[in-house]
């Protein structure tokens, strides 16, 4: 099986697949969950555009069902969603989809402040937190970078949120 470094290295350099159903196969999947549609659309469009394969919704619920269904690389979320909001669904996923939250599959984005405190004291900084101003342009990089740290082992006994937002700020 091939390792998620080997994917984003195929969507880096696609002609270096055999063939394009093996291209096809190598796309990272994410799942992105929004209320905003304006958001969805832009992040849709701009993942796709670096390579990635993207399931958007603004409903939770469809979230939690379309992973029922289907398997994922990556599930993104604000954390503010309405009703449902996204802390709730990290809870619900990590029980039902543990995976995700062992394998720091999991992302909030905000633009709330004290992000780091509700992040900390919901997940237990098991998830990984991106701002809002850095994800506009720059989640395919956020989602690459934590491939090559998954696929790596981890420099220090830092949290992988913090070790990956820094750098990404700069």
Request: net charge positive; with cysteine.
């Amino acid at each position: 099986r091939e390792s998620l470094a080997q994917r984003i290295s195929a969507i880096n350099n696609p002609h270096s697949a055999s063939s394009p159903a093996k291209r096809e196969t190598r796309k990272i999947r994410v799942l992105f969950c929004d209320d905003s549609k304006a958001m969805r659309d832009s992040q849709k469009v701009v993942l796709e555009s670096q390579g990635f394969s993207v399931f958007s919704t603004g409903n939770p619920f469809e979230a939690l069902f379309k992973l029922k269904d289907e398997k994922f690389d990556f599930i993104v979320t604000d954390i503010s969603l309405g009703v449902f909001d996204g802390t709730k669904l990290f809870k619900s996923i990590e029980k039902e989809f543990p995976h995700y939250i062992q394998q720091k599959r999991f992302i909030f984005y905000t633009g709330i402040d004290e992000a780091h405190k509700v992040n900390i004291d919901v997940t237990g900084g098991r998830a990984i937190l991106v701002m809002k101003l850095d994800l506009q342009n720059r989640l395919g990089d956020v989602l690459k970078r934590l491939i090559t740290e998954a696929d790596s082992p981890p420099p220090s006994t830092t949290p992988l949120m913090m070790r990956v937002r820094l750098p990404i700020l700069t």
